[in-house]
């Protein structure tokens, strides 16, 4: 018989219980501040490192090495411990970290090059393991709380995240600006604090895992799927490459693009093949053919995909469509953040004491609708005021599927297979939110093309109009901001961000029907799985949370 995967929770006493999760918490604000915290200091970096070319890579690298790194942590934390793996991800994070603050410190070197490739490099190993941060603190909290006390908690982890959302440009900022020090002839720029700043509080979390987390077995004989874990690194990273470089660094028919889709699909042909064999497989098919399991991945991919391909061009609207300085495009994207945190805790909190999850994510869906559709119906001559209460009704909305979706997962996970079940869920999510993203911006595109035709218009790309957001070097900017863009381009902005918030209601609604076909099975008050669900070959004797 296998070892069971994890302490029970009768045995892991309230104390440890209270600092895995703040442990936990604490590892989950930092990967999440590492996606948004950067994006305020890279002007500041590429001026001094001279790598405006690789300007996007910064970002897309440490995203493309969490996702694909996550169904991989996910299954070792099944086999080997979930411990062992959080360990492991917080010391490469803090490793990662630490040599993202030295990039370019020592000019260029061997392998590496210059400051802006080592920034890259080292932002990739970052990602990696940040990739275990989330998975692991997710199936941490199923190893510890059964499925009814996890909506509490799930709702917490919502908070993080649109905590570190709110936080991240504010801190990237302070750091850029104000964190330059100069002391016995040693000169140290202000950005390099954005990475340094890890470094302490993964020590302090990885002291409280170390500590104070609870120890779980390792399963005998357990074999890590080294070909489907390199397929699902490559699949994943031409994807995620393609949609990034699709329609900004290169046409959507060019080969580079279009190799990369077709190196996915055989990627993906080639993954189903190797895992429908593999004794221990990274993305179990099986998972697959759970209802609860496929309904819940289909919704959490729709609204990711939907809220992420708005919030990304939402600060490009405020700032060239409406002209608002940038510091007041922050202010207006802040509701979004309060009506998400309301919503996630409290959300989290009836579904523990309910052990019903249903009502409230379609609660949140069709409030995501309505939110949607009153930033729809604002004309070319909409105020700031007016997107700042329309994005806290969006927030209110967008909480419960911030908290829910892992817990409702994790209660359909088969034996055995908690950490791959939350692992997959993660992974399926994050790809939604890089599709949209590609999707919503190659439809900006396409319709700044249609509504500014000419050379006057000159068919602005969004690097150009992200320039002018910024304050770029075109005539009329400089030191202007947005306000002074050419109200062509303003009008022309707003019609596209219209066609934006109605696409991302289209796909919200289609959320919302997969939402409705999860089965409403109400959330278990113990770790057992009642239906014990084996992949072929596979035993049953495994129990999970």
């Given at each position: 018989?296998?070892?069971?995967p994890?302490?029970?929770?009768?045995?892991v006493?309230?104390?440890?219980?209270?600092?895995?999760?703040?442990?936990?918490?604490?590892?989950?604000?930092?990967?999440?501040?590492?996606?948004?915290?950067?994006s305020?200091?890279?002007?500041?970096?590429?001026a001094?490192?001279?790598?405006l070319?690789?300007?996007?890579?910064?970002?897309?690298?440490?995203?493309?090495?969490?996702t694909?790194?996550?169904?991989?942590?996910?299954k070792l934390g099944?086999?080997?411990?979930?411990?062992?793996?959080?360990?492991?991800?917080?010391?490469?994070?803090?490793?990662?970290?630490?040599l993202?603050?030295?990039?370019?410190?020592?000019?260029?070197?061997?392998?590496?090059?210059?400051?802006?490739?080592?920034?890259i490099?080292?932002?990739?190993l970052?990602?990696?393991?940040?990739?275990?941060l989330?998975?692991s603190?997710?199936?941490?909290?199923?190893d510890?709380?059964?499925?009814?006390?996890?909506?509490?908690?799930a709702?917490?982890?919502g908070?993080?995240?649109?905590?570190?959302s709110?936080?991240?440009?504010?801190?990237?900022?302070?750091?850029?600006?104000?964190?330059?020090?100069?002391?016995?002839?040693?000169?140290?720029?202000?950005?390099?604090?954005?990475?340094?700043?890890?470094?302490?509080?993964s020590a302090?979390?990885?002291?409280?895992?170390?500590?104070?987390?609870?120890?779980?077995?390792?399963r005998?004989?357990?074999r890590?799927?080294?070909?489907?874990s390199?397929?699902v690194?490559?699949?994943?990273?031409?994807?995620?490459?393609?949609?990034?470089w699709?329609?900004?660094?290169y046409?959507?028919s060019?080969?580079?693009?279009?190799?990369l889709?077709?190196?996915?699909?055989a990627?993906?042909?080639?993954l189903?093949?190797?895992?429908?064999?593999?004794?221990?497989?990274?993305?179990?098919?099986?998972?697959?053919?759970i209802?609860?399991?496929?309904?819940?991945?289909?919704?959490?991919?729709?609204?990711?995909?939907?809220?992420?391909?708005?919030?990304?061009?939402?600060?490009?609207?405020?700032?060239?469509?409406?002209?608002?300085?940038?510091?007041?495009?922050?202010?207006?994207?802040?509701p979004?953040?309060?009506?998400?945190?309301?919503t996630?805790?409290?959300?989290g909190?009836?579904?523990?004491?309910?052990?019903?999850?249903?009502?409230?994510?379609?609660?949140?869906?069709?409030?995501?609708?309505?939110?949607?559709a009153?930033?729809?119906?604002?004309?070319?001559h909409?105020?700031?005021?007016?997107?700042?209460?329309?994005?806290?009704v969006?927030?209110?909305?967008?909480?419960?599927?911030?908290?829910?979706?892992?817990?409702?997962?994790?209660?359909?996970?088969?034996p055995?297979?908690?950490g791959?079940?939350?692992?997959?869920?993660?992974?399926?999510?994050?790809?939604?939110?890089?599709?949209?993203v590609?999707?919503?911006g190659?439809?900006?595109?396409?319709?700044?093309?249609?509504e500014?035709?000419?050379?006057?218009?000159?068919?602005?790309?969004?690097?150009?109009?992200?320039?002018?957001?910024?304050?770029?070097?075109?005539?009329?900017?400089?030191?202007?901001?947005?306000?002074?863009?050419?109200?062509?381009v303003?009008a022309?902005?707003?019609?596209a961000?219209?066609?934006?918030?109605?696409?991302?209601?289209?796909?919200?609604?289609?959320?919302?029907?997969?939402?409705?076909?999860?089965?409403?099975?109400?959330?278990?008050?113990?770790?057992?799985?009642?239906e014990?669900?084996?992949?072929?070959?596979?035993?049953?004797?495994d129990?999970?949370?």
């Amino acid at each position: 018989m296998k070892d069971t995967p994890f302490v029970p929770p009768s045995e892991v006493t309230p104390a440890q219980k209270r600092t895995t999760l703040i442990a936990l918490m604490l590892v989950l604000l930092l990967s999440a501040l590492d996606s948004t915290i950067v994006s305020t200091a890279m002007p500041r970096i590429v001026a001094e490192m001279k790598g405006l070319q690789l300007y996007p890579w910064v970002t897309s690298i440490y995203l493309l090495a969490s996702t694909a790194m996550v169904p991989i942590w996910g299954k070792l934390g099944d086999l080997y411990g979930r411990k062992t793996i959080m360990m492991t991800g917080v010391g490469i994070f803090v490793f990662g970290s630490w040599l993202c603050g030295l990039a370019g410190e020592f000019g260029a070197m061997p392998v590496l090059g210059g400051g802006m490739t080592q920034l890259i490099v080292f932002r990739g190993l970052q990602g990696a393991g940040g990739g275990a941060l989330f998975t692991s603190s997710f199936a941490v909290l199923g190893d510890l709380f059964a499925p009814r006390e996890r909506g509490r908690y799930a709702g917490l982890v919502g908070a993080v995240f649109g905590l570190a959302s709110v936080i991240g440009p504010v801190v990237g900022g302070f750091f850029t600006e104000h964190g330059t020090v100069d002391l016995g002839g040693l000169h140290m720029s202000g950005w390099r604090w954005i990475f340094y700043v890890n470094l302490p509080l993964s020590a302090l979390a990885l002291f409280m895992i170390a500590t104070r987390m609870p120890a779980t077995r390792r399963r005998p004989g357990a074999r890590i799927d080294l070909l489907g874990s390199a397929l699902v690194i490559l699949s994943a990273g031409a994807l995620m490459l393609a949609l990034s470089w699709g329609g900004q660094t290169y046409a959507w028919s060019s080969p580079v693009i279009l190799g990369l889709l077709g190196g996915f699909v055989a990627g993906v042909a080639a993954l189903v093949a190797v895992e429908a064999r593999a004794p221990e497989p990274v993305l179990p098919l099986g998972l697959f053919r759970i209802r609860a399991f496929t309904t819940n991945t289909c919704a959490s991919f729709l609204l990711s995909m939907s809220f992420m391909g708005v919030i990304t061009f939402m600060p490009l609207y405020l700032q060239v469509g409406l002209g608002a300085p940038a510091t007041l495009s922050g202010a207006a994207i802040l509701p979004l953040m309060f009506g998400l945190v309301l919503t996630s805790t409290t959300a989290g909190r009836m579904v523990s004491k309910t052990g019903h999850y249903k009502p409230f994510m379609i609660g949140g869906a069709i409030t995501m609708l309505v939110g949607l559709a009153l930033l729809a119906t604002m004309g070319p001559h909409a105020t700031v005021g007016q997107v700042a209460w329309r994005m806290f009704v969006m927030g209110l909305g967008l909480g419960p599927s911030q908290s829910l979706f892992s817990t409702v997962a994790q209660n359909a996970a088969p034996p055995g297979q908690l950490g791959v079940v939350t692992s997959a869920a993660q992974f399926f999510r994050q790809i939604g939110s890089t599709v949209g993203v590609a999707v919503f911006g190659a439809l900006l595109t396409a319709r700044l093309a249609m509504e500014t035709p000419g050379p006057a218009g000159a068919r602005e790309s969004l690097a150009k109009l992200q320039a002018l957001a910024l304050g770029g070097d075109r005539a009329g900017v400089v030191g202007a901001g947005a306000a002074q863009v050419d109200p062509v381009v303003k009008a022309a902005f707003s019609a596209a961000m219209s066609s934006l918030f109605l696409a991302s209601l289209t796909i919200v609604a289609l959320g919302l029907v997969a939402i409705i076909s999860i089965p409403n099975i109400p959330l278990r008050k113990a770790h057992v799985h009642p239906e014990p669900v084996a992949e072929p070959g596979e035993g049953t004797d495994d129990v999970v949370g």
